[in-house]
């Protein structure tokens, strides 16, 4: 049973982390990026540079939006956990019953023996063939969630941008490349506030 256990823990730590990791990254991309961005009010010509970040991990972990997708992630994972555990279950009770009647010469001959064998080896094969396809299932949910949130964000920046005039906005995470600035530069409380409430009024 090494193949049912490995395909069980496979799916049970297929993660929301992606998330946080293929946030504002495309493919090959950093996870810092550049993208156009705004906040609540036009840019001050003071001492103030027209440049701002959005810390990711907090905008994710707040955002309505990115909240309901976690929840939609997190069911499916539970239900092809639970489907794969009851499909192992299953087959790892045949296959001690299998045990059994070899030990116990249960049956009428070594044909039927080896035929019960190669059934309990199909139905293993199938197991893993159905981790693999949760899998995969799974893996393009979460690479859909990314895009979705991503896509969600920076529209809506974009749209906003052309009153706040922000010439660059960095993505940044806990211990990212941002180690220090100013709060002023620092919009992602202005940022998550818009997009909640977008997010709430298209409900």
């Keep these: 049973m090494k193949n049912v256990n490995s395909v069980l823990s496979y799916v049970a730590i297929a993660g929301v982390v992606i998330l946080f990791v293929l ?10 990026t550049q993208v156009q961005a705004a906040t609540a009010a036009p840019i001050n010509s003071g001492d103030q540079l027209p440049v701002a970040y959005v810390n990711t991990d907090s905008l994710l972990l707040n955002y309505e939006l990115a909240k309901d997708l976690n929840e939609e992630l997190v069911k499916q994972q539970e239900d092809a956990r ?3 555990g009851e499909e192992a279950r299953i087959l790892e009770t045949e296959v001690r019953e299998h045990q059994r009647k070899i030990q116990n010469n249960g049956y009428l001959s070594l044909e039927r023996a080896q035929n019960e064998e190669l059934k ?5 094969q199938k197991l893993n063939e159905l981790s693999n396809k949760l899998g995969n299932e799974i893996s393009e949910k979460q690479l859909k969630v990314s895009e ?3 896509d969600s964000i920076v529209n809506y920046l974009e749209e906003y941008n052309k009153t706040a005039n922000y010439e660059m906005i960095l993505s940044n995470t806990l211990g990212g490349n941002v180690l220090f600035s100013k709060k002023i530069y620092n919009i992602t409380d202005e940022v998550l506030a818009a997009l909640n409430r977008r997010y709430q009024n298209s409900k």
């Excluded at 946030?23 to 810092?32: I, L, R, S």
């Excluded at 309990?120 to 293993?124: A, I, P, T």
């Design 23 to 32: 946030f504002f990254a495309k493919k090959n991309a950093p996870v810092q």
């Design 148 to 150: 979705q949130l991503r």
């Design 120 to 124: 309990l080896q199909q139905k293993n």
């Design 82 to 84: 639970t489907n794969l």
